[in-house]
């Protein structure tokens, strides 16, 4: 049986956030396809740059919605690079978990644009 | 379109997903008009209507939630800062609660409930900052000097005169006057007009306070200072702390403690019982009595020292018999207050009722004529009220009392009773005014009660 930790998203969060508002449901679905692809792209070009405090504040940007959606997984992945770069002394460490996040990240939003409207 | 209770709430968060969440939850209430902000420039460049709450990200680019927070009280002091952060990190949040923030608030599961609970209680509170700045500027109102000094008699008009200077400087104030000729007045309409009007108007009756509690009313006590006290209370000269201090009837304050008294005015410092640390106050002194405390000086009830301490400008209050038509502004003043507060519709005084009132003597001074005049408010049945409608005090309420017929106990208890009315219950005045001890004065309201 999968388990929630196991399942890539949860939207009950979500949608008791949205008090039956089912537009603001695809709305933040839609954000949240949007931020966390372009915070990964940003987290992936500064570790290129070894700007770690960049890729320490993206990764803290992005994971907080991850919580409200059910993605435990790549939340978990995202607090960890967060502290790594911090850190700064594991750029080989951060790299494969950047790497994890990438794979986790493109998983999640191929599953959540199929529950938009039109597959957008 | 903004209504009347609607509170304005701006959302500074540069997460556009948590921004787009906030203001979702906040606008599930209409009373509230929601604005988001991605980053503090955007914030700071905005020049609409200032935000009655503002929700704060505490990682922002650029700029960190405190120093944000920091300007934000800066150009909106009256605002209140709710800390929105994604870190449990309670020094942070003890820090920023110093700073001004109203509450502090971890992005977790929570954040509905929380922030919705938040935004309610300072709206609470603000409803009641609200009703109190509007009961303050009330009170300012009443005692604003056209409206609480009335009468144009060269007697009045000599202690306007005194109590224009009181109001411009902090000086102490003594007021002397017969009962009833408006001393408390005259102490609040100083204090609310002068440059302490919006701090506390603290007074305190002497003459109604037990010689062994004085000195804890007016300078507090600690908890476990002496049996019975609980808690830490603090006293009044702190309570009064930037305002003003009305020690009322201080003639009759007991004399072993006129030197702490006088020590508190000395040093500008109290101290608590049970306390050995001493606590600066600052707090204009009005002093009021009925005695002649330079005659108190000389019969060795009344220290010389605290007597010059609290040598100020002198106020006189002159007994209403020797204001002249003041009694006519004054009762006219009264009969419209009295009909304003009470939605009946406006009265005036025959010219009967006026020759009574200006021939009447009025020992009970301002406040009997008050009582009079609105007594006769209710019993006047037209719009004139009549000479037969006011009753005044003295034959015809002694003729009245005669025909009730009552053993001499009960009139005694009638005595009694007047004469603590008319000298605001201070038994010890009451007792020489009657020639009596004060044990028989609270043996007979033991009995009375």
Do not use: E, G, I, S
């Given at each position: 049986m999968e388990n929630d930790a196991d399942?890539?998203?949860?939207l009950d969060e979500l949608e008791r956030l949205s008090e039956g508002d089912e537009k603001f449901v695809t709305e933040m679905i839609g954000i949240f396809i949007n931020t966390t692809q372009s915070g990964l792209d940003e987290i992936e070009q500064s570790l290129k740059k070894e700007d770690f405090k960049v890729v320490s504040a993206y990764a803290h940007k992005i994971a907080t919605p991850c919580l409200h959606m059910g993605a435990l997984n790549l939340h978990a992945v995202l607090k960890k690079i967060e502290q790594t770069a911090d850190q700064t002394t594991h750029r080989a460490h951060l790299e494969k978990l950047v790497s994890e996040a990438r794979i986790l990240t493109d998983k999640l939003i191929l599953d959540l644009k199929k529950l938009l409207p039109d597959n957008q | 379109m903004k209504r009347e209770d609607s509170l304005i709430i701006h959302v500074i968060e540069d997460n556009e997903w948590y921004n787009r969440l906030l203001i979702h939850t906040l606008s599930l209430n209409p009373d509230y008009v929601i604005r988001g902000f991605h980053s503090p420039m955007e914030y700071f460049n905005y020049k609409g209507e200032p935000a009655n709450i503002i929700t704060l990200d505490y990682r922002l680019p650029n700029m960190n939630g405190n120093q944000v927070l920091q300007r934000i009280k800066e150009i909106n002091p009256d605002a209140e800062v709710i800390i929105i952060s994604e870190q449990d990190d309670i020094n942070t949040a003890v820090e920023l609660l110093k700073s001004g923030a109203y509450d502090y608030i971890v992005k977790e599961k929570e954040i509905r409930d929380r922030l919705l609970s938040t935004v309610n209680n300072i709206k609470k509170s603000s409803t009641l900052k609200t009703r109190i700045s509007l009961l303050e500027k009330e009170v300012q109102k009443k005692y604003d000097f056209q409206s609480s000094i009335i009468g144009t008699s060269p007697a009045i008009e000599s202690t306007n005169e005194l109590i224009q200077k009181a109001i411009q400087v902090s000086i102490t104030v003594t007021i002397t006057g017969e009962t009833g000729t408006g001393k408390e007045v005259a102490a609040k309409t100083i204090h609310y007009n002068s440059a302490r009007k919006n701090k506390p108007f603290v007074a305190v009756n002497l003459s109604a306070i037990p010689a062994d509690l004085i000195e804890s009313e007016l300078f507090g006590h600690e908890k476990g200072a002496f049996t019975g006290a609980s808690a830490r209370r603090i006293g009044k000269f702190e309570e009064a702390d930037g305002g003003t201090l009305f020690l009322d009837e201080i003639g009759e304050m007991d004399i072993q403690f006129q030197a702490k008294l006088l020590r508190a005015l000395q040093e500008k410092e109290i101290v608590r019982i049970g306390s050995n640390t001493p606590v600066k106050v600052d707090c204009r002194i009005i002093a009021a009595t009925h005695r002649n405390l330079q005659h108190e000086v000389s019969a060795g009830k009344f220290r010389e020292d605290l007597f010059y301490r609290l040598y100020g400008i002198s106020i006189e209050l002159p007994p209403l018999r020797e204001r002249g038509k003041d009694v006519l502004l004054l009762a006219k003043h009264f009969i419209e207050t009295f009909c304003h507060e009470n939605a009946i519709p406006h009265k005036s005084l025959s010219e009967e009722a006026q020759k009574k009132l200006l021939s009447h003597s009025f020992p009970g001074n301002v406040r009997e004529l008050k009582s009079v005049v609105e007594l006769a408010v209710v019993m006047s049945t037209g719009q004139e009220i009549q000479a037969s409608e006011i009753n005044l005090n003295g034959m015809d309420v002694l003729n009245s009392l005669m025909n009730e017929e009552l053993t001499m106990k009960d009139y005694e208890y009638q005595i009694l009773k007047a004469y603590l009315r008319k000298y605001d219950d201070n038994i010890k005045l009451v007792a020489q005014k009657l020639d009596i001890g004060q044990s028989t004065i609270y043996r007979m309201l033991k009995k009375l009660r």
């Open positions: 399942k890539a998203f949860n | -």
